[in-house]
C-alpha cells in the first residue's frame, strides 16, 4: 500500500489530532465519572495515558509528523472542583499545556465537556435542567472564554453533542444510568441548546469555533415500512437535532413541540463531526453496516466508504458552510489496517475536496492510546502506543501532513 496520496491538499489544511481529560489525565474525584468507575460501572481511569506529565514531548511527537492541531478538553470538574471555587493549580496546568502547545508548534483546540461532569453540576440535575445551562453552564462558559481564550487557536465547545444524551439517558452505559425517552429527549434538546449558546459566545473572541457532532449514515437493509420510519426518527434525533439548529434556529424533535432560538441560527464557524462508523436498519431497528463487514474493537463495522456518505450528506444540508472531520480513527490492534483504514479516509477527504466540498481539516482519532471509557486500556487508536513509541500508520498522516 502506498501511503502517498495523487492529491493537493488545500492551502491551510488543519492536520490534527484529538483527545480529552479523562481518557489521557484520568477521572479526578471531582467528577462524576469517578464515582461512575468507583461504583463499578466503568474501568477505573487512574492516570489516563499520562499526558498530564508527558504533554510536551507528546506534542513534540506531533509536531515531527506535521500534525500541527490537537484538540484537547479542559476538565470543568478539575477547574471547579465544587460550585464556585476554582482550582487555581489546575487552570494554571491548563495554562502551560496550551502555551507549551503553542511554543512547540502545536495549535491548540479547546473543548469544554467531554462526556464527563462535575459532580455537583450532576447533582444539581446536569443538562437536564434547562435553567442550570444559564445558571452554571454560561458562567462556566464565560471563565473559560476569559481565562484560555488568548491561548487557544480554535474552540470545539461539546464533544459528540448528540451522542452524549443517549449514552447518558438511553441506556448505554454512561452517568447517570438513566434509560427513558423523554428523558433522552430533552437532554438532546438541551445539549444542542448548550453547545450553540456556548459557540456564540466563544466566537465573540475571534477565534474558529467548531461543533462536533458524532455523524453516521443511517442505511435501509430492508423494505419494510418500520424500517423507514425508524430510519426517519434517527436522522431526525442524530442530524437534525443540531443542523435544523445551526441552519434555521429550531429544533424539531418527533413527538415534541418545537424549540426555537433563532438567535442561535449560525453559531458556529464549521460544522465538525467524527465518523467511526456507517448504521444500518433491519427489521425496524439499528445493525451493524455492512452487515458482512469486519469488525474493530468497538465492534463497528470497519467501512471507511460511510465518511463519503456524511461528507456529502452534510454537504447538500449546508453547501456553503465549511467542514471539518473533527474525529476519524479506528480501535485495533492490526496496525496495518489502521494504515489502510487512514489511507482510505484520506483518499475519500480528497476526493471529496475534489468534488468541491469545503473539507477543512482532519484530525485523527487519537494521537497517544487512551482509556476509551467503558472499555478502559484495551481499545487501541492511537498513532502512538502508550509506551510513545510512533506505529508505523502515523507515516500515512506524516507523509500528507508534512508534504501539502
Given amino acids: 500500500m502506498s501511503s502517498k496520496l495523487p492529491h493537493q491538499w488545500p492551502d491551510g489544511f488543519l492536520w490534527g489530532t484529538g483527545a480529552s481529560s479523562i481518557q489521557t489525565e484520568g477521572a479526578p474525584l471531582s467528577s462524576d465519572w469517578w464515582r461512575w468507575e468507583r461504583n463499578g460501572n466503568a474501568p477505573l481511569s487512574g492516570t489516563g495515558n499520562g499526558f498530564a506529565t508527558h504533554y510536551k514531548s507528546d506534542f513534540a511527537a506531533l509536531q515531527q509528523l506535521g500534525l500541527t492541531h ?102 448505554r452505559g454512561w452517568p447517570p444510568g438513566i434509560d427513558d425517552f423523554e428523558t433522552w429527549m430533552t437532554a438532546v434538546e438541551n445539549m444542542q441548546i448548550a453547545s450553540a449558546e456556548a459557540a456564540i459566545r466563544l466566537k465573540q473572541i475571534g477565534k474558529p469555533v467548531s461543533s462536533v457532532f458524532g455523524l453516521s449514515t443511517v442505511e435501509l437493509v430492508d423494505t419494510l415500512p418500520s424500517s423507514k420510519t425508524f430510519q426517519d426518527f434517527v436522522y431526525a434525533v442524530n442530524w437534525d437535532s443540531g443542523l435544523d439548529l445551526f441552519r434555521d434556529g429550531e429544533i424539531r424533535l418527533p413527538g415534541r413541540e418545537p424549540v426555537y432560538r433563532p438567535d442561535l441560527a449560525g453559531s458556529f464557524d464549521i460544522i465538525g463531526f467524527s465518523y467511526y462508523c456507517a448504521l444500518g436498519v433491519k427489521d425496524g431497528q439499528l445493525v451493524r453496516f455492512p452487515e458482512n463487514a469486519p469488525m474493530s474493537q468497538l465492534e463497528y463495522s470497519i467501512w471507511p466508504d460511510g465518511l463519503s456518505l456524511v461528507l456529502e450528506r452534510l454537504h447538500n444540508e449546508l453547501p456553503t458552510t465549511p467542514l471539518l472531520i473533527a474525529e476519524y480513527g479506528i480501535g485495533t490492534e492490526d496496525d496495518e489496517q489502521r494504515a489502510q483504514y487512514l489511507a482510505d479516509g484520506l483518499r475519500i477527504t480528497a476526493d471529496a475536496i475534489g468534488r468541491g466540498i469545503d473539507v477543512k481539516g482532519f484530525f485523527h482519532w487519537t494521537s497517544v492510546d487512551n482509556y476509551e471509557w467503558l472499555h478502559g486500556y484495551d481499545v487501541k487508536f492511537g498513532i502512538i502506543d502508550d509506551e510513545r513509541r510512533v506505529r508505523p500508520s502515523a507515516a500515512v498522516l506524516a507523509n500528507e501532513a508534512i508534504n501539502s
Avoid at 502551560?96 to 462526556?115: E, N, Q, Y
Avoid at 461532569?117 to 443538562?127: N, R, S
Avoid at 435553567?131 to 461539546?158: C, I
Fill in 70 to 171: 490537537h484538540r484537547l478538553s479542559i476538565e470543568w470538574a478539575r477547574i471547579e472542583p465544587e460550585r464556585g471555587k476554582y482550582d487555581l493549580r489546575a487552570v494554571e496546568h491548563y495554562k502551560s499545556m496550551l502555551t507549551a502547545a503553542r511554543d512547540i508548534g502545536i495549535s491548540p483546540w479547546v473543548c469544554l465537556h467531554h462526556f464527563s461532569l462535575p459532580q455537583w453540576f450532576a447533582d444539581e440535575g446536569g443538562f437536564l435542567n434547562r435553567d442550570n445551562l444559564h445558571r452554571y453552564w454560561s458562567r462556566h462558559v464565560e471563565f473559560m472564554a476569559q481565562t484560555f481564550g488568548d491561548l487557544v487557536y480554535g474552540w470545539k465547545p461539546v464533544n459528540e453533542t448528540n451522542y452524549y444524551p443517549m449514552a447518558a439517558y438511553k441506556g
